[in-house]
Structures are given as C-alpha cells and as structure tokens.
C-alpha cells in the first residue's frame, strides 16, 4: 500500500546495503550495453509539481529530476551539498546563505539561479497552491506562518505582496539567503526535501498549473530529465545532458505503473522489471524462493505504528495499566502475523536507523510476569476490567490488529477487551471528541529525518496528541530542544521527553515497519537508505547495469 508520508501504512525496517562491495558505479568494460532501469511505481502520480507532491510514488520520480540545496546521506547522518556547493549559518540559527553552483543547469541549459529557489519556497507557503509540505516550510521561514494562514479568497489582492515579505531573498543569482523565524537545527533536512528544489517562475507563468505535466514544460535541474509520460503506464526519464556533475551511468530510468502487486512480480521473474516492492502477501514465498530470496533487499522507512490510549479517563488514567498493557504484547508474533514479517518489533518512540533512537528504554518490552506486576501494582484486577477497543472495520490491518491485541491481553493478563469496529467516518469523530478508551494502529512516518517532526504530536496544544495525555514537562522538554543549537544538549532534551513518553505510556508502541525489496542482481551500485522510495532512489546517478 503506497501513502503520503504523514498517512502511514508504509513498511520499513534496518539499513542494508545491496552488493556490500559496489558502492559506486561499475565502470569499463562491467557495464552493459543497455543501461536502463526499470522500476516499479504502485500507482499514477497525481503530480510531479515539487509543490504538489506526496506520495512516496511520485517523490519516488521527482528526486531523480529535481535537486533541492542539499542532499540527504544514504546514513542520515547530515546531509551534503547538491544543487549548492556551500552553505553558511549565523551564530543564532536564524539565517542561512546558500551558495549555489555556478555549472548548475536546468536540462535545457538555463542555469539554476537563486531567484528560483526564492519562488519555489514562496509557492511551498501560497495559500493559494495549499502544499501538501506547506506547515513545514512555513513555520521554519520568518513570516511563513503568517502568510499561509491568510485566506485564498479574502485575501487574493495582498497575498503576492505577502510572499514578499518572506524571509527570502536572491542576494544575487548564486546567492540565496533564508531567514528564520526563530533557530531552526533541523532545517537542513527541509533544504534537502524533494519539495524544495528550483522552479522557474518564467515556465509556470507561461503554462500555469499545467507545466510539470507535460516532459516539454516540466524543466528540472536533476541528474535525469523526464522524457515520457504514459498515463498510468510509465514514465521515462534521461540523463539530463546539462546537469553540473558526473554523467549518469544509467542512459534512462524507465517507471513502469503497475497497480498489482501479483502482476509487478510477475515482471519481475520474467525480467521485465529490475526493481519492485514486494507485498505483505508475497514475503512468505518470496523469502523462501531459492532464487528470489537471495535478491530480497529491506530498508527502513521511518514509521512507526502503536496504540492509544485515553488517558484522561478511567481506568486508563491509571499509568502502571497503560504499562501492563503495553507489556503484555508479543509484538515479534505481531509482526509475524500482521506484518508477514515485513516490521519489527517496536517499543520506543523515534525509530531505528534515525538520530534520536534510543534502544535502552525498556518500560514498554514484552514480558508477561512485568505485565501481570504492573497490573498488580495498577491496583486494579482482571476481574475489574472490562476495556473498549475501537477500530476502523473497513480496514484489514485494523481489524487484524484489534483481533491480536485482544488476544494478547486475554491470554497474557486475562483482561476481556470488547471490540468495537466502526466505520472510519464515526471512529474519527469519536477519537477526536475522546469517546474511546483504546484505538489502533495509529502511527507517524517521518517527513524528514529529524527528532522535531515527531515530538509535536504529543504535546498538550496539538491535534494530534489522541489520547489527551498533558504533560507540562515533556511540553517544555519539547519547546527547548526544538530551537536548542547545542546538539548534545539538544539530544537530552529530546531523550527525556521520549523516556516520559514510553514510561507513561499514552500510547504502546507495536512495530516500525519494513520494506522489502526485489533488486535483480545485475543492478550495481546499491546504497539503501530509510529515505528511499526505491533502493537506490537517492542517488540514482550512481547506479548502472552490469553484463547479464
């Protein structure tokens, strides 16, 4: 199942490397005549607009076309230069000076000049273009959040003087400077989303809200260049004849759009397709196949599922029941029956493979004899508990995972838990208005891979805090960390925040899932990230095709 990165349904799992020995591009006489990709896309990109896009089938295309400043390492352990070649940041963290490539070009050999960053970031904060990244940019860039809370329509005539007062501004063509609203350590990793590349204004202006769906118009400043597109069928790119750095080895990446997962596999064994994902349904056979299994490749995406519970309200207000809850669940015999596999096992907050995991809180690890002792110390008996789990009965995976939390609890703790399934329109509404006492799987997928995208979720003002846990402190931990410059300072705000979290127990976690790949094994020069939407889909220009 594809998503948007904050609608998480994705799998993921730890950082492997694909032909651990190749780590860069087969050159001489180990490349094949035929240097090109054919990737798997599980449905039809709505748009290829940076400003416009999503889902994880659509930046799957856009990172190869479009360089924003700055490019994630494979690791996520910073990010590097790209589109510019340099970067400065004052002493406050409140403003940034990118130094752009003098070589950089669009693929019909404009060069890439600041102003078109200035008027990409201003797009990604338009009212009017109403980004899916929007809250993003526009709560790091001075006046953003200002000017995307203006109204489209009351507000038509001064919304382009707004965007004027943004904290963006071309110095000169190589120069592009961004002012913060206030100390920002993780806005580098938003230079370096797929939504900030460079647009040119001139291109829109001349074809409005059509531009980036037709290859004639959709002029980009990557390594590729798109080059067809087949309605829900492929879309092609080519190396870019005009990109600054080095030339591609791979001469096309073809996106073939296949909806069913039988079918992608079906072109992946005859040899009609280099790269697919492999479905939850598939991972038994897959993995056992003497042939396929030794061609599986898993990366982690940076999501993870758990349980909510309503804290505010008895008998979950009782914080030694939450624990004795989250305990009690096997969650390696979740992952192998909900997930075929395709998951791990989940106990903290921040995902592994990220900054910020912290693999030594244990509060929340399966262990029956530390459930039964909580619920002892809870002062509360079985016999006393009869608790309401509410799911979506339109969705497999929530009816699956209500079934297996029941389970559990009756087994391990001898709590009777009453399911509730409801139509997705009225669970909404109930959890929202806190009519609940227990719901799942919820869950968060990162937008990018920093601690600030994720603690936001449980404070006491957001949306998204469900079970409407309150906690002054983890607000404050929370509230520092997310303009503190010192890193390691920074590190044990959030470190104390997440212990909070696990050992309070507003939510169990249950697992981070994990993506399994095929990749035929002539495709050299695999490094996988949590990032990717594909093995490789970082860097695309360091893949090639080897004699086969």
């Known amino acids: 199942m594809t998503l948007s990165r904050r609608l998480v349904c994705a799998f993921a799992a730890l950082l492997v490397l694909v032909g651990a020995c190749d780590t860069g591009v087969t050159t001489g006489p180990k490349l094949a005549k035929d240097q090109v990709l054919r990737v798997l896309l599980e449905d039809q990109p709505a748009s290829l607009d940076p400003g416009q896009t999503q889902y994880t089938y659509e930046t799957a295309v856009l990172r190869a076309v479009s360089e924003p ?9 910073g990010v590097v230069a790209a589109a510019a070649q340099s970067y400065e940041v004052n002493g406050a963290g409140t403003a940034y000076v990118f130094h752009l490539r003098a070589t950089g070009r669009y693929w019909d050999g404009t060069p890439v000049k600041a102003q078109d960053f200035v008027y990409a970031w201003q797009r990604l904060v338009d009212p009017r273009l109403a980004a899916p990244d929007e809250t993003l940019f526009a709560g790091a860039v001075l006046n953003g959040e200002k000017v995307s809370l203006m109204d489209p329509q009351r507000d038509k005539a001064s919304i382009d003087g707004a965007l004027g007062t943004l904290g963006l501004k071309a110095i000169d063509d190589f120069t592009f400077q961004v002012q913060l609203a206030r100390p920002d350590p993780a806005f580098l990793w938003l230079a370096a989303m797929p939504a900030a590349g460079p647009i040119r204004k001139d291109v829109v202006t001349q074809n409005g809200d059509k531009w980036a769906t037709s290859p004639a118009t959709f002029v980009t400043n990557g390594p590729f260049k798109v080059t067809e597109m087949v309605q829900n069928d492929h879309i092609s790119v080519e190396r870019n004849p005009d990109y600054w750095g080095p030339k591609p080895a791979l001469t096309r990446i073809d ?14 064994k005859s040899g009609d397709l280099d ?3 492999v479905q939850p349904a598939q991972a038994a056979s897959v993995s056992q196949d003497s042939t396929l299994g030794h061609q599986v490749v898993k990366t982690p995406n940076l999501t993870v599922f758990w349980l909510v519970f309503r804290v505010n309200s008895p008998p979950l207000d009782n914080v030694r029941l939450r624990q004795a809850i989250a305990q009690a669940i096997d969650r390696n015999a979740f992952v192998d029956q909900i997930f075929q596999g395709e998951a791990m096992a989940a106990t903290t907050f921040i995902p592994k493979g990220m900054h910020g995991y912290a693999s030594t809180l244990a509060t929340q690890r399966f262990d029956v004899a530390q459930a039964r002792a909580s619920l002892a110390a809870s002062g509360l008996s079985s016999k006393q508990l009869s608790l309401t789990y509410s799911y979506d009965q339109t969705s497999d995976f929530a009816k699956a ?7 559990q609890l009756k087994i391990n703790l001898g709590i009777e838990v009453n399911l509730q399934g409801l139509d997705a329109n009225t669970l909404a509404s109930r959890v929202e208005a806190g009519e609940f006492q227990i719901t799942g799987a919820r869950g968060w997928t990162a937008d990018y891979p920093d601690p600030s995208d994720w603690y936001d979720i ?3 003002t957001s949306s998204n805090d469900l079970p409407f846990w309150q906690s002054q402190q983890y607000d404050n931990f929370v509230s520092v960390a997310r303009t503190d410059v010192q890193p390691s300072r920074r590190d044990q705000e959030y470190l104390q925040a997440q212990s909070m979290l696990v050992n309070e127990a507003p939510v169990a976690f249950l697992a981070q899932t994990v993506s399994w790949y095929l990749v035929q094994p002539y495709v050299r020069g695999v490094v996988t990230s949590p990032l990717d939407e594909w093995p490789g889909a970082l860097q695309p220009s360091q893949l090639s095709i080897s004699p086969h």
């Open 255 to 268: 996106f073939a759009i296949v909806h069913d997962g039988a079918a992608a596999l079906s072109k992946y």
């Open 275 to 277: 790269v697919v994902t």
């Open 69 to 77: 400043l700055m490019r994630p390492t494979p690791d996520l352990g």
């Open 401 to 407: 995972t209500a079934k297996f939390v029941h389970d």
């Open 458 to 460: 449980f404070l006491t």
